[in-house]
T-cell receptor, first 119, second 110 residues
């Protein structure tokens, strides 16, 4: 059981390039999301998905695309990288909400992070 | 939209001292969660609070959810160097989004 797996761990991009951050979970979680973390800003939600075929925007969606063709995978695409997208990206997954965001006893799992630098 | 404010931003304590971080929301929350992130690591789920006035303990950590479900606190008794990291609260109102506070970075010196 690998949990939440993110790749790549480190990436340097040139302005204007595109790339995809991969996220996969093997826990059959319905809910997956992407966050970015910048110094002093905490974790900000980019996009999320409540199940296969369903995605929605979070707080900072501009410049990013997502898709959810399977329960396991939730890739994040940078369409045309900009220096402002230099950040640490975290993917997270959790079970379907039952009577609330996460039923008591459920755990939200984060991937180990992807460090992205855009030059 | 919902905002979650967390204070203080930084806290430096001597080992053995207590530590508290506070989380306040502009709206009523359905639940609140706490996470710990070690330097260079990823956030790790600590606990979720759901009920008004709820208090939960995990060894030296005490978590509280306010009566109005708009604020929460995490208190660590007798800090240890292993407590070093950033502690985040995250709140959810009626929607799906989980809004994180900016975190409190704890430094513990021996």
């Amino acid at each position: 059981n690998a949990g939440v797996t993110q790749t790549p761990k480190f990436q340097v991009l040139k302005t204007g390039q595109s790339m995809t951050l991969q996220c996969a979970q093997d826990m059959n979680h319905e809910y997956m999301s992407w966050y970015r973390q910048d110094p002093g800003m905490g974790l900000r939600l980019i996009h999320y998905s409540v199940g296969a075929g369903i995605t929605d925007q979070g707080e900072v969606p501009n410049g990013y695309n997502v898709s959810r063709s399977t329960t396991e995978d939730f890739p994040l695409r940078l369409l045309s990288a900009a220096p402002s997208q230099t950040s640490v990206y975290f993917c997270a997954s959790t079970n379907r909400q039952v009577g609330g965001w996460v039923s008591p006893g459920n755990t939200i799992y984060f991937g180990e992070g992807s460090w992205l630098t855009v030059v | 939209g919902q905002q979650v404010m967390q204070i203080p931003q930084y806290q430096h304590v001597q080992e053995g001292e207590d530590f508290t971080t506070y989380c306040n929301s502009s709206t009523t929350l359905s639940n609140i969660q706490w996470y710990k992130q070690r330097p260079g690591g990823h956030p790790v789920f600590l606990i979720q609070l759901v009920k008004s006035g709820e208090v939960k303990k995990q060894k030296r950590l005490t978590f509280q959810f306010g009566e109005a479900k708009k604020n929460s606190s995490l208190h660590i008794t007798a800090t240890q160097t292993t407590d070093v990291g950033t502690y985040f609260c995250a709140g959810r109102d009626s929607g799906y989004a989980l809004n994180f506070g900016k975190g409190t970075s704890l430094l513990v010196t021996p």
